[in-house]
Each structure stands twice: as structure tokens, then as C-alpha cells.
């Protein structure tokens, strides 16, 4: 008996050496799978910081777009106001030449209406004799007058 408990405890030995390999490649496997989380979860850690950097640096693009778009924005409006008031003065130096001209128009018309009735009364006074026989007269300074009337017009 003493043989088959030998064998028995050998067997026993035997498992218990397997089953301690066993439990050992387990224990290593585990070591192993939790050296690899750590690492997943250390590059999730640094994943996320990163992801968090990227945002901040997007938003601060977008400030630094927005704020450039702003400053166009205000240099257009600014130009925009110049070329406007520059168009107006230019309208109205135009407008007050045009006015101008249109006065000096009208005071030559109304120079050249009195000019048109002082030789209608001019041509009235020469149908009556009695002038006639005036101008006969002055006939030579009539015609030096009659030259400077028209001159002058």
C-alpha cells in the first residue's frame, strides 16, 4: 500500500506542480493584461490631454479669425465712410459749379433780353420822323454807338 499511496501522492505531487505552473503562467498572464490597461489607460490620459490641447488651440484660432474678420470689418466700414464722404463733397463742388454756371446762363439771358429790348426800342424811335431827321444828324456817332452796344452784348 505503501506504493499505491506513493503513487498516489506522486499524482497529487504532479497535479499540484501543473496546477501551480498553471496558476502561475495565470497569475503572469494577469500581470501582463494589467500592465497593458495601465498603458491603455495612460494613453487615454494623454489622449484626452491632447484632445484638450487641440481645442484650446481651435479655439483660439477661431478668436484670432474672428477678431482679423472684425478688424476688416471695421477698416471696410471706415474706408467705406471716407469714399462716401468724398463722393459727396465731389457732388456737391459739382452741384455748386452747375449752380453757378446756371446763374452766370441766366444773367447772360437777361443781359441779352435787355439788349433785345433796347434795340426793339431803338427800332420803335427810328419808325417815328422826328428821329429821323436826329439821326440823320448824328448819323456818324449813331454808328459808333450802335458798334459798342453790340460789343458789349
Known sequence: MNQNHYKGTNNNNCSKSLLNDQKEKLIQAIKRIKHE??????AERETFIESLGVENSFDVL?????????????????????DLERLQRERQKQ??????RKKKIEAQATDLETAISVLNKKLTEEDHPKLLRVRKRRHRHAH???IISLNTL
Open 37 to 42: 490597461v495601465d498603458e491603455c489607460r495612460e
Open 62 to 82: 477661431k478668436r484670432e479669425v474672428r477678431s482679423e474678420f472684425e478688424n476688416l470689418h471695421r477698416f471696410l466700414d471706415e474706408e467705406e465712410c471716407k
Open 95 to 100: 452741384v455748386k459749379q452747375l449752380k453757378e
Open 144 to 146: 459808333m454807338w450802335l
